[in-house]
């Protein structure tokens, strides 16, 4: 590997900051999501996003050969100015109604699967491998989120609750099709097979299936090429920050 | 919810264990819920579960009479010192 363009390495930091973000906003249920089984299991899927997110840092700060050096990792994963993140707007609002991080958990990951598919036969190995190893364990995360929809959509109350979510989740889940900055060049070097707007349809199909929404809905909010950060994001690296800012040199 | 009694296996001849039991919904989500519950750190790779409803009871009443029962504890001892002492004889 004779290292990352920088055009590339945006294109990979934009999905690494995503399974950050969505990582870090399913371990806030840590404690109180609604029943003991369902921490455990949401928990554990946090901690698989945010090891995916390492993944990718450590390909981004590796220049392509992941490295294994926790300061270089942290630095992405933590130390960026807000205008430097990549991140869609959709994990980065904060989500304290429990249908609504529900929601938002199927939504990521159904467009999460797409996503890894575009970069399973990539040119940059470890990626190709991380997309294999991720997928594995996205087939479990699906199940859960469709199992626990199959239970509660049909429930008048909770199905409204999940609805009105949805209402609310579906502008900015658009946004994770967004054309990311480098994604051009990582699809002419083979880095992606082909720019993620084309799963866009394949995706709103599934939307469609799952919750039975009308099609008016999915009309984007205003495409923000991942550059404007939502303002839930700065309180929300502040909670990310509390305790790298303990001691930023620290090793762990 | 409804309440269900997890079994665990370790690849190889082992036998299954309860490992305990949990909550849920549904059969597939107690699936779901259980492989975390109980199998998020490689506890095992087969898993039963059982909804509690279908677990037949025995309970004291019917089953600890028999802990009264010494002669059907035989645990060999007196049959292989005879056998060995007929062996010994008999040489």
Do not use: C
Request: no cysteine; glycine share 6%; net charge negative.
């Amino acid at each position: 590997m004779t290292g990352l363009g920088s055009a590339v390495r945006e294109f990979l930091l934009a999905f690494a900051d995503d399974e950050h973000l969505i990582g870090q906003q399913h371990t806030e249920w840590i404690g109180v999501a609604p029943f003991l089984e369902e921490d455990l299991a949401f928990s554990s899927i946090a901690q698989d996003e945010l090891g995916h997110a390492a993944a990718l840092y450590a390909i981004v700060a590796g220049d392509g050969d992941p490295v294994d050096d926790d300061l270089r990792i942290d630095d992405l994963a933590f130390g960026r100015a807000p205008e430097d993140w990549r991140s869609a707007q959709l994990v980065e609002i904060t989500s304290d109604d429990w249908a609504h991080a529900l929601v938002r958990h199927w939504l990521y990951d159904a467009a999460e699967q797409l996503r890894w598919e575009q970069v399973a036969q990539s040119s940059l190995t470890p990626l190709a491998e991380a997309a294999a190893r991720a997928e594995r364990e996205e087939q479990y995360h699906r199940r859960h989120a469709d199992g626990l929809l199959d239970v509660l959509l049909p429930v008048p109350d909770s199905g409204d609750r999940l609805r009105t979510a949805l209402a609310d989740l579906l502008p900015l889940a658009v946004g994770l099709f967004d054309p990311v900055a480098g994604e051009a060049e990582a699809v002419a070097t083979g880095v992606a097979s082909a720019p993620f707007d084309s799963r866009l349809d394949e995706w709103t199909d599934r939307v469609r299936r799952r919750f039975d929404v009308d099609p008016a809905r999915f009309l984007p909010a205003a495409p923000t090429g991942r550059l404007d950060r939502h303002p839930d994001f700065g309180p929300l690296l502040v909670r990310m920050r509390e305790v790298i800012d303990l001691d930023p040199a620290a090793i762990w | 919810m409804r309440r269900y009694e997890v079994f665990l296996k370790k690849d190889g001849r082992d036998e299954f264990r309860h490992a305990g039991s949990l909550d849920a919904p549904d059969d597939e989500l107690a699936l779901v819920l259980a492989r975390e519950s109980y199998a998020r750190r490689a506890e095992g790779d087969r898993l039963w579960l059982v909804n509690r409803e279908h677990v037949i009871l025995g309970d004291p009443e019917f089953i600890a009479p028999n802990a009264d029962k010494p002669h059907r504890h035989n645990d060999g001892k007196a049959i292989a010192e005879h056998r060995r002492n007929v062996r010994e004889d008999g040489s």
